[in-house]
């Protein structure tokens, strides 16, 4: 009986994962292919990371050196056209506009900022109001009023962008913020709707796209503005030098050849022959250096005044003799 018994054992058949052994082994191998396309197909890489990428790319210091020299550029721009000087005249370096560009970018940085904490502390403030009463009445008026706020700043970006001209690419007003502000808001208002229900209320594709679309708007939206803001910082550097002529060095000016056109406020004397250099025989008095560049003197009168008098722009060479006076 027990050989019996042991013989029936040994021609049983062996147990089912023995033979299945292979196939699961294959499954295992084809695995981990199978989660890549999955995750190929099915999703991309986080905005955040993307982000991350491209900063890494074009490397934190190029792009800060790039902004300054943007602004350094724009403020300069608009300093020296104040009094009709083109920038392109002056040969400025990049070093020069670099350091220029210091100046400019405080309020930007400033008003960035400020904005980043007040954003901070709001969606600090909302986050605890949904998770203490989640699917609440009141969490959803919120994110609808923060939706309608932010499709009026749209509409206002699409008013100032379609029908206020051209003058505002030069002109501070709320059109850049309303551009920036406006999709932000509306997509934060998104998604505050769809934490208080418990579950977003678009696709994961159509959410990422938007995210990406709406930092585009953002960053536009803020670099118009930092134009705009050294635009007008510019003018009001160029309406403090007129302040602050009378209180320059005279520029006592002798030339080979006579001016055609003097400010007012110039002295003219002609110089003797007998003089120590006869080839310097025209002297003019009260003159301001403004700007001293690409071998070129930019002068004003000490009473200069917008669309009344010009600048004169001299060679800095052999044909210039330059005497300066100090004033009290």
């Keep these: 009986m027990m050989t019996s018994k042991a013989a029936a054992e040994e021609t049983e ?14 499954a295992e191998q084809t695995g981990p292919e199978q989660t890549d396309a999955g995750a190929a197909a099915d999703g991309q890489e986080p905005v955040s990371v993307r982000m991350r990428q491209l900063a890494e790319a074009a490397g934190p210091t190029t792009l800060a050196t790039a902004l300054l020299i943007y602004f350094g550029y724009i403020a300069t ?16 370096s990049n070093q020069t506009l670099l350091l220029l560009g210091l100046e400019v970018v405080y309020v930007p940085a400033t008003i960035m900022c400020l904005s980043a904490l007040l954003a901070i502390g709001a969606h600090t403030l909302l986050t605890r109001q949904i998770a203490r009463h989640p699917g609440d009445t009141v969490n959803a008026f919120l994110a609808a009023v923060i939706g309608l706020v932010g499709t009026l700043l749209i509409a206002r970006a699409l008013i100032g962008i379609f029908l206020e001209g051209t003058e505002t690419s030069v002109t501070i007003n709320v059109t850049p913020l309303a551009l920036a502000f406006g999709p932000v808001t509306v997509a934060y208002a998104i998604h505050l709707q769809g934490r208080n229900r418990g579950r977003p209320l678009i696709s994961k594709r159509l959410a990422r796209n938007g995210v ?3 930092l585009g708007l953002a960053l536009a939206g803020l670099l118009w ?12 550097r160029g309406e403090d030098d007129v302040r602050e002529l ?3 060095p005279e520029v006592i000016l002798d030339l080979k050849e006579p001016l055609q056109g003097t400010p007012s406020g110039i002295a003219y004397t002609p110089l003797p022959s ?22 070129r003197l930019f002068l004003v009168g000490s009473a200069w005044t917008l669309g009344r008098d010009q600048t004169i722009v001299v060679p800095y060479d052999g044909s210039t003799r330059v005497q300066l006076v100090p004033q009290p």
């Design 13 to 26: 058949p062996g147990p089912a994962p023995d033979r299945a052994g292979p196939e699961q082994t294959g």
């Design 77 to 92: 721009r608009a300093r020296f056209a104040y009094f009709g000087i083109s920038i392109d005249m002056t040969g400025m």
């Design 212 to 214: 990406v679309s709406v």
């Design 225 to 236: 503005f930092s134009t705009t803001v050294a635009w007008a910082y510019g003018t009001g």
């Design 246 to 248: 009378p209180h320059r």
């Design 274 to 295: 007998t003089a120590k250099d006869p080839a310097f025989a025209h002297r003019y008095r009260g003159f301001r250096l403004l700007l001293a560049a690409g071998g």
